[in-house]
């Protein structure tokens, strides 16, 4: 390259330059000031093209690691769980996903120069592993909101320190085995053991974080239900919603209405579930190309919603008056009975009329008969009505009579239209027994307890007991409901005991389970007790769902799934995905802006090409995996053609090109998505978890499957003249035995070889020499790289103590007191200016390792 005004001459890439070869009559040949605009212009273009085709590989991996399988859920329900694990999912597919630019250009690189090493691969790997973790974590530490004294912390602690320790240790790791092989081992080349091993790193620490996630290194094992699937960019079930709707501390009931209740749990669904990291980097890139948001902005946090959603008494718009209870019971020496009308709402002035009437008890001879009209003023909800009962000394059974109400001035009257009083007899110790209609009783889940009456009848004088368990029948013990057992006693004039039974709320959507509860041993006079008698001494429990919360339920899913299909990543038809590259996309309630209409105009040419690739529907999202994988290899091609050219226009080598400007554009989706991340979550698992993860896979999967490539192919063809011409050609000091280009030497001639230096650029023009005669090896020249991968290291080192000590002083990794936060991220900053400036240093001369 030469860097004179008047002549440039710069090697073409794969593709580029497209007007003209070199020293023709093409693009090169124009001024400098308009290549230099051209070529930055079309770098900043394609790191865009690039970042979309990269959402569209994450939506297809999106779609993958959604797969599921059925299993019983905690009810007995079929529900679904995610087959991929999260950590594996995001250290191999994910990470791929995100990194893909990355390792496709030093893939590419590698093959497209016949597998020879080049710069531009190796060095933005590097320099986006310390943009990564330099600058996004020196950005998330600032970026988290003060604490507001409610649910906002103001901080984010790595709560997952298993998963954190295993990828710390390796993206450091990953570093310091590339200088271990450059420059210890084998300097300046990498044989098939290396290239292998450094391969075989990527697949250990998936397996390492996967059992640290796992606690397979501890002695509590996780929950399958920390893997429940979740809910963005997947069908949405009813189960969800119900459990949503108790998260809430509310509960299903058929009073709600649907519409209201799907929007507020919509965003509490959003609002407790984790984006997915493809979610948070497609996001990133659609707020910088102005498309379509996949998550939406401040929905908050779960525990913002907690007891906001409006119980069924909120929206009750028709009032409603009742009796407060059914039945009610009396002593025949009591006097005197209250029973209780209750009004729902309590507003306004209400009336409602009352009266008497006998059953088997008389008016007049066992009770005084009223009638009359009940006056509630605003704001009042219960009055009474006291009835005179009057005793006598006559044995006799119980009699009963009714109270009822009606004519209510504005409203309707509930299901207790009317109550019953019974009269108990108190002038024998009578029987205890389950009245009929208490002999069967059915309780709702969600309301953890079961109410069994048992009454004490024909009687009422002195103590009297039995004892009481519970059986189980399709409802099981310790699942469905708590056991209880125990003695009931009815003391002198007592009438009526409550036996009141846990039941378990397991979240079921649909459910019929029954239980029984049983009476034996009784106590009592041996000369005037009658036992049980006739009565029933077992009562079935039935525990169901509710059919008005269960229709609500359904009709509030199918409004949650409405509204959940506009974050959805994924795609069913080629018609939606034109149509979506077409549409300008916004923030939830804002109207798109200057600079999403400008981004949309200026990339919407990538994204109608990116629309053919197949939608993520096909082949459970495997079709968009790999066609969008082709589509990343393309782009990358045309990112390393433009990149080395815009580094020939402006003077720069690859290497300083490619840990700056590269490195920064590739990564800058990233940027978004991890501040999302630690923004949105109540740790900081995601967004450092995220930047460790990636750091570490793009060294063994971007570098070692290349190198490894590249190491089997030269250990396995040996030299050719191509090979010692770049790396250093041995010749016979006479200058003989050469034919036809092969080198034809005996071991017993090495003494007379001298070697003529190769053309390489990178330091290894006489690397061939430390190689035996007649073979090759992958040469990966440590020259600059290694100076660039050891003050890498060293930064490195320096942002994990980093971290360890907020954690310890600031009580959390991010966020937490503005001062150490600014102070910090400031130290972060500057030691990434440091990495770049002796980086360019190096890659200038000035300095060496």
Aim: charged share 20%; aromatic share 8%.
């Amino acid at each position: 390259m030469s860097n004179s005004t008047d002549e440039l001459i710069c090697e073409p890439g794969m593709w580029l330059p497209i007007l003209g070869e070199i020293n023709e009559d093409g693009e090169l040949q124009w001024p400098r000031g308009v290549l230099m605009v051209l070529y930055l212009f079309g770098m900043l273009w394609s790191f865009a093209g690039v970042g979309i085709v990269a959402d569209c590989f994450m939506a297809g991996i999106e779609t993958v690691t959604a797969a599921t399988n059925k299993i019983k859920g905690p009810g007995g329900e079929t529900v679904e769980v995610k087959v991929w694990n999260e950590t594996v999912a995001n250290l191999t597919l994910m990470a791929l996903g995100s990194s893909a630019p990355e390792i496709m250009l030093s893939v590419i690189g590698i093959m497209g120069t016949d597998y020879y090493a080049e710069e531009l691969g190796p060095s933005t790997i590097v320099g986006s592993a310390a943009f990564n973790l330099l600058m996004i974590i020196a950005y998330c530490i600032v970026g988290i909101p003060p604490a507001d004294g409610e649910n906002e912390t103001g901080m984010r602690r790595v709560s997952d320190m298993g998963v954190f320790t295993v990828t710390g240790f390796f993206s450091i790791f990953a570093y310091l085995w590339l200088l271990i092989i450059l420059m210890v081992t084998t300097p300046n080349k990498v044989g098939v053991v290396e290239g292998v091993l450094t391969f075989l790193y990527f697949p250990l620490v998936v397996g390492l974080a996967y059992g640290a996630d796992r606690n397979w290194f501890k002695g509590d094992k996780i929950n399958p239900n920390q893997h429940i699937l979740s809910v963005a960019g997947h069908e949405f079930r009813a189960y969800e919603a119900s459990a949503l709707l108790k998260q809430a501390g509310k509960g299903a009931s058929g009073d709600m209405d649907a519409e209201e209740t799907a929007a507020f749990l919509t965003r509490m669904a959003l609002a407790q579930q984790k984006p997915s990291r493809a979610q948070l980097r497609i996001n990133a890139m659609r707020q910088l190309t102005g498309g379509k948001r996949v998550v939406p902005k401040n929905v908050g946090k779960a525990s913002d919603y907690v007891s906001k959603l409006p119980t069924a008494d909120e929206l009750h718009e028709t009032p409603e008056v009742n009796f407060a209870s059914g039945e009610y019971s009396v002593l025949e020496s009591g006097g005197m009975v209250a029973v209780s009308v209750v009004r729902l709402p309590a507003k306004g002035p209400f009336t409602v009329k009352y009266s008497t009437e006998g059953v088997t008890a008389t008016a007049g001879e066992d009770f005084e008969a009223v009638a009359g009209t009940l006056e509630f003023k605003d704001g009042e909800e219960e009055k009474e009505i006291q009835i005179k009962i009057k005793d006598d000394d006559d044995v006799e059974d119980d009699e009963t009579f009714l109270v009822k109400i009606a004519e209510p001035s504005t409203g309707i009257i509930g299901p207790f239209a009317f109550t019953t009083v019974t009269i108990i007899d108190d002038d024998e110790p009578g029987e205890i027994g389950i009245k009929e209609k208490d002999a069967a009783a059915t309780v709702l889940e969600k309301d953890l307890k079961a109410h069994i009456m048992i009454s004490r009848m024909n009687g009422s004088a002195g103590p009297i007991s039995c004892d009481y368990k519970t059986v189980s029948g399709t409802a099981v013990e310790g699942t469905d409901y708590k056991p209880a057992s125990g003695t009931l006693t009815f003391e002198a004039g007592q009438i009526a005991k409550k036996v009141d039974v846990t039941v378990i709320d397991t979240g079921a959507y649909e459910k019929n389970a029954t239980f029984t509860l049983e009476l034996s041993n009784f106590t009592g006079p041996e000369t005037r007790s009658k036992g049980f008698a006739d009565h029933n001494t077992k009562c079935t429990v039935t525990i169901v769902h509710d059919a008005a919360a269960k229709e609500m339920v359904d009709n509030v899913t199918k409004m949650m799934n409405m509204n959940m299909d506009q974050y959805n990543v994924g795609t069913s038809s080629w018609s939606g995905q034109f149509s979506e590259a077409l549409e300008i996309g916004c923030e939830d309630g804002e109207t798109p802006s200057t600079g999403d209409y400008v981004m949309h105009y200026i990339t919407v040419p990538w994204k109608l090409v990116f629309a053919i690739i197949p939608p993520t529907s096909y082949g459970g999202g495997w079709v968009c995996f790999f066609s969008a994988l082709v589509m990343v290899g393309v782009t990358t091609i045309i990112i390393g053609d433009i990149a080395a050219l815009f580094g020939c226009v402006y003077g720069l080598d690859k290497a300083t090109t490619a840990i700056t400007f590269v490195a920064l554009g590739t990564s800058l989706p990233d940027t978004f998505a991890s501040k999302s991340a630690a923004v949105g979550d109540d740790t900081a698992d995601a967004a450092i978890g995220n930047v460790t993860g990636s750091n570490a896979v793009n060294v063994f999967l971007g570098l070692g499957l290349p190198w490894m490539i590249a190491a089997f192919k030269w250990s396995g063809s040996g030299p050719d003249d191509t090979w010692y011409a770049q790396y250093g050609m041995p010749v016979f000091v006479d200058g003989s035995d050469m034919r036809a280009g092969v080198l034809v030497l005996a071991s017993d001639d090495a003494s007379k070889i001298t070697w003529v230096a190769g053309t390489d650029t990178q330091g290894c023009e006489l690397c061939a020499k430390d190689i035996p005669l007649e073979t090759a090896a992958f040469i990966m020249p440590a020259g600059t790289l290694g100076l660039s991968v050891a003050t890498f290291c060293t930064c490195a080192v320096l942002c994990f103590v980093i971290l360890v000590y907020r954690r310890g002083a600031c009580g959390a990794e991010l966020g937490g007191p503005p001062g150490p936060a600014k102070t910090h991220a400031t130290i972060l900053v500057g030691l990434w200016l440091t990495y770049i400036m002796v980086s360019i240093l190096g890659n200038k001369g000035v300095i060496a390792l």
